[in-house]
């Protein structure tokens, strides 16, 4: 079935530091992807999506481009700040309906 | 505000009672979505309803029942609470190709 692994937390940075997070996917056909973002007390909210091979999803300064040799779709920022610590959730949708998460990955910027 | 909106916050339950958990949409999307998200496992889809009266199983249904009472609303119960449902209870809901938009969750306590 469809699933995806991302890198395990928590990870701890330092204001203006590169951030990465690595997410790889299985999936059957062609899946859209999603990062979504998790700020304490909340509920999920998309950060960036790509639906299809070669798409670059931005927003907020984060990226992440959809790899199909690799079934990867990174999530990178190349200065975080405090505002962005939370918990960073790779997803994907094979279908129309249902999204399959990633566990979740824990960011925390320290000043 | 658009969004999705959950009621109750937070709960606390003994075992064995019931309680239901409402969502409600004001955005005229057509799927919704129940899952939960615990610690180191991501959020796991419990039910979800593509349509106006539709409704169907998710990776982890057992122990719960979901009703699609009209387009906005789609409430989650739990006939027989049990420790093992201690969670936080999300809600979603999309429209077409979209993107989920999530509720704030649910903080449920089971003793």
């Known amino acids: 079935g469809d699933s995806v692994t991302q890198m395990e937390g928590p990870v701890t940075l330092s204001e203006e530091a590169f951030l990465t997070i690595n997410c790889t996917y299985t999936?059957?056909?062609?899946?859209?992807l999603f990062w979504y973002v998790q700020y304490p007390g909340e509920g999920l909210q998309l950060l960036l999506k790509?639906?299809?091979?070669?798409d670059k999803g931005s927003n907020k300064g984060f990226e992440a481009t959809y790899r199909k040799e690799t079934t990867s779709f990174h999530l990178e920022k190349g200065s975080v700040q405090v505002s962005d610590s939370a918990v960073y959730f790779c997803a994907l949708s094979a279908n129309d309906y249902k999204l399959s998460f990633g566990a979740g990955t824990t960011v925390t910027v320290r000043a | 505000n658009a969004g999705v909106t959950q009621t109750p916050k937070f709960q606390v339950l003994k075992t064995g009672q019931s309680m239901t958990l409402q969502c409600a949409q004001d955005m005229n999307h057509n799927s919704m979505y129940w899952y939960r998200q615990d610690p180191g496992m991501g959020l796991r889809l419990i039910y979800y309803?593509?349509?106006?009266?539709?409704?169907d199983k998710g990776e982890v249904p057992n122990g719960y029942n979901v009703s699609r009472l009209n387009k906005r609303e789609f409430s989650l119960r739990l006939e027989s609470a049990a420790p093992s449902q201690t969670s936080v209870y999300f809600c979603a809901s999309r429209d077409s190709a979209a993107p989920q938009h999530f509720g704030d969750g649910t903080r449920l306590s089971i003793l």
């Open positions: 790509a639906t299809k091979a070669d």
């Open positions: 999936a059957t056909g062609y899946p859209s």
């Open positions: 309803s593509a349509s106006e009266g539709t409704t």
